[in-house]
């Protein structure tokens, strides 16, 4: 009788959850959500989009109090330094934004610089009863679109405030260590909960042995580099919050700065490797019952962040889905279908800068750059301060003497709008990046004004891998390599494919081995390929 019971009380639950879903408004409302290193777009109601703002704050806030680093930015981040988030529907619309229907990707973030973009669900998918009762049973066994984006933004995080060299398992067990902090009401927050979603690839896969963790040089299969999370995070875990450890560890990570292969450091800074090993399995036994350690920290005068909001104008609320398509990135295809779908709107709201930015970008990807001019001259009217309207300027200037009159010495007109663009925003890296590709596009050696701008900005693009190439080239042009190989190490590292594959571990092979011109024309070679590849699609 109460199995019985319990199965009709499980059928009414999850009934009740389909309906309540079922209910939600057709027309749900979009908001704007800033602090101080994010802008969220949310299509969900004020409190709950105010609520993950200041809660998405205070996990920035959490990484920077651990690190000793200022909780505010010296000075205001301009937007393009600053994560934009947008924030809209269910795991299956991310999913094929992103890409992969069906799939079940639940967010996912691109380190753009001048740019960088997060796209997470404001729900999650419930498609049956069945399911409902998964998730009853093992809620905690599953990833959910909160840890994504905040793993994501640890790697963002890591990238920017720690331009180092990092070996490839510990830059994922980082961003799975610090992922899982836990917020309290009183301003504390928690350090040390496990990834609870990684418990069955802890518990019930392989673990990766740690001499071929540790050593670069070990053929990664499929299965090592997803334990990358799973083991990875037991080791960092445990190496983190034991005392006489801990110190070890930031040992081997100077090691690996340093250009010591990873075995080696390994050796040198944790000693005996079997008994690591062992000390690690002791702690993967003490774990699953429950007992691992970690702190409370309370920020000293603690202030809950401040949260700007307003709620979307009809104009920007007509273009906000096709504005996220052309921030996700779009090919020949999807850029021919956002523009034409933007093209009435950007008619229909002549007096908003919002619709007009947009226009102009889609205009700019569809290589429509006539009607991009248009809208970039209905923007600037609007606004002649608009940083964004003299960027696109530029970018359709480029565009057009790339695809349309084929006309390289136009990328030279494109300079004194970049310019405009770094004046009225000098923390945007992009305009800077572009003044120094206008040379290098129109088969021009860059000037030395030029190569500076390239590397002034290094301090706000360094999470990009894409200007870290940019950089790195540069810098083997020059015959540079020890300095190149600086820029080049932390996205070669983070590689997770077989070695034989790294093309930018190569690279880094041969400044190693002093072969500073075989590295530069490698480099070259990857970069020509891959901007082949990009301009094809």
């Known amino acids: 009788m109460n199995k019985v019971l319990g199965r009709i009380r499980n059928t009414l639950a999850a009934t009740a959850a389909i309906a309540a879903l079922a209910a939600s408004p057709a027309h749900a409302e979009w908001w704007k959500a800033e602090t101080d290193h994010f802008i969220i777009y949310s299509e969900d109601s004020k409190d709950d989009t105010e609520a993950f703002a200041r809660e998405l704050e205070r996990f920035d806030n959490a990484l920077r109090t651990i690190q000793a680093l200022p909780v505010k930015p010296e000075e205001e981040l301009s937007d393009a330094n600053k994560v934009t988030i947008f924030r809209e529907g269910r795991v299956s619309g991310i999913a094929k934004l992103a890409g992969a229907p069906g799939s079940g990707v639940a967010g996912f973030y691109i380190p753009r610089?001048?740019?960088?973009?997060?796209?997470?669900?404001?729900?999650?998918?419930?498609?049956?009863?069945?399911?409902?009762?998964?998730?009853?049973?093992?809620?905690?066994?599953?990833?959910?679109?909160?840890?994504?984006?905040?793993?994501?933004?640890?790697?963002?995080?890591?990238?920017?405030?720690?331009?180092?060299?990092?070996?490839?398992?510990?830059?994922?067990?980082?961003?799975?260590?610090?992922?899982?902090?836990?917020?309290?009401?009183?301003?504390?927050?928690?350090?040390?909960?496990?990834?609870?979603?990684r418990s069955f690839q802890i518990y019930n896969l392989r673990s990766f042995p740690l001499k071929q963790m540790f050593d670069q040089n070990h053929e990664r299969s499929g299965l090592d580099r997803f334990q990358f999370y799973g083991t990875g995070w037991m080791v960092a875990h445990y190496l983190s919050f034991n005392p006489e450890r801990r110190p070890q560890l930031f040992q081997y990570l100077k090691a690996i700065g340093e250009g010591q292969d990873g075995l080696t450091a390994a050796k040198e800074a944790f000693g005996d490797l079997d008994k690591l090993q062992d000390e690690v399995?002791?702690?993967?036994?003490?774990?699953?019952?429950?007992?691992?350690?970690?702190?409370?920290?309370?920020?000293?005068?603690?202030?809950?962040?401040?949260?700007?909001?307003?709620?979307?104008?009809?104009?920007?609320?007509?273009?906000?889905?096709?504005?996220?398509?052309?921030?996700?990135?779009?090919?020949r295809k999807d850029a021919k279908e956002v523009a034409d779908s933007i093209e009435a709107k950007a008619a229909e709201y002549p007096s908003s800068l919002f619709v007009q930015i947009a226009a102009a970008e889609a205009f700019v990807d569809a290589r429509r750059y006539d009607e991009a001019d248009r809208a970039v001259a209905r923007a600037l009217a609007l606004d002649p301060n608009s940083s964004q309207a003299w960027l696109y300027k530029a970018k359709s200037i480029m565009g057009r003497a790339e695809y349309e009159a084929k006309d390289m010495a136009m990328y030279a007109d494109a300079r004194e709008p970049l310019a405009m663009a770094n004046k009225l925003d000098p923390q945007n890296p992009e305009p800077l990046i572009l003044y120094y590709e206008t040379y290098r596009r129109a088969g021009e050696a860059p000037t030395e004004n030029a190569i500076v701008a390239l590397e002034s900005v290094f301090e706000d693009a360094a999470f990009d891998a894409a200007y870290r190439m940019i950089l790195a080239r540069q810098l083997l042009i020059e015959l540079k390599g020890p300095l190149a190989k600086t820029v080049l190490a932390p996205i070669a590292f983070s590689f997770h494919g077989d070695q034989e594959d790294n093309k930018l571990g190569q690279v880094i092979d041969l400044i190693d081995e002093q072969k500073t011109e075989e590295a530069r024309d490698k480099l070259i070679e990857l970069m020509a390929e891959a901007e082949r590849k990009a301009k094809e699609s």
Not at 128 to 155: G, K
Not at 302 to 324: D, F, G, H, Q
Request: charged share 25%; hydrophobic share 35%; net charge negative.
């Open 113 to 197: 610089a001048g740019a960088p973009v997060a796209f997470t669900p404001v729900q999650e998918d419930i498609t049956d009863i069945r399911s409902i009762r998964q998730r009853a049973r093992n809620t905690e066994a599953e990833i959910d679109p909160r840890s994504i984006l905040q793993h994501e933004y640890v790697h963002h995080f890591m990238l920017q405030t720690f331009p180092a060299t990092y070996p490839d398992w510990y830059i994922e067990a980082f961003a799975e260590l610090y992922a899982t902090i836990e917020l309290y009401d009183d301003g504390t927050f928690h350090l040390g909960n496990p990834p609870q979603y």
């Open 281 to 331: 399995d002791a702690y993967k036994r003490q774990a699953k019952l429950g007992k691992l350690p970690g702190f409370d920290i309370k920020p000293a005068d603690y202030v809950a962040p401040a949260v700007e909001m307003r709620e979307l104008t009809p104009a920007e609320e007509s273009v906000i889905k096709l504005y996220m398509r052309s921030r996700r990135g779009v090919d």
